[in-house]
């Protein structure tokens, strides 16, 4: 468990903890976009295998969190479809993960988000209707990105917010999607034996600051935030996407 522990003594785990703390205030506002945050600084230090699973295993309790909601508002009939392909894509998202460089992984990851929170930025919509073979390829290619980088969520929110509704109404579709993504890692991590004992030890020490940062995320959209919320949170992820990207290539280029 050298990895974390390492940037005890030092302002890098100041980073680690800023970076959870706005990665759960994201996912409890706009019902995604931790994994953007967490997944990049975290494998500046530990590397993508280990900050994938660090990432998961933060995460999962905070599902519960948001899962009451998701369960009352979320349209099925939509979430579903693109849930069970996010499940059976994940563990091939994973073998990439495993058998690919780390240092060549990092940069893949920065780019993913990079590229992933222009597509969410731009206000790129679906033309026509949403049939079940687009619901199939967004959950396809979120379990593909999720299974390889743990940042699976802007692919499937992408066709989320092409939809029409008010920002409840999709937030809360937000919210099905992002449990089943999320769960859906779990398997494929635990298949390649990436659930290390380090992963747990940090997610749980890590899990009350996302926890508590999810809960304020929550809070703050229930008094107001949905008149504004997808300007905020893209503007938020395009910073982090850039400067995640900046140090992964200098690490990349002094390692």
Known sequence: MPELLAIAGDGRVWLVVAAVALAGFLRGFVGFGAALITVPVMSLIVGPQLAVAISTVMGLPAIFQLLPEA??????S???PVGLAAFLATPVGTWFLVVV????????I???VLGM?????????????????KLIAAGVTGGLVQGSAGIGGPPVVAVALSRPGDP??????????????ALSS??????????TRSALIYGALLFPVYSLATAFGAR????????????AAMGVLILVALGTLVLAVRSYLTG
């Open 71 to 76: 369960v009352r508002r979320a349209e099925r």
């Open 78 to 80: 939509f979430v579903v």
């Open 101 to 108: 460089d780390p240092a060549a992984m990092k940069i893949a």
């Open 110 to 112: 920065s780019l993913l």
């Open 117 to 133: 929170v222009a597509i969410l930025a731009s206000g790129w919509r679906l033309e026509g209707q949403i049939g079940l073979g």
């Open 168 to 181: 409840t109404q999709q937030r809360a579709n937000v919210l099905g999607l992002m449990t089943a993504v």
């Open 186 to 195: 779990v398997p494929a991590l635990a298949l390649y034996g990436l659930l």
């Open 220 to 231: 703050y959209f229930a008094l107001g935030g949905q008149a504004h919320y997808r300007k």
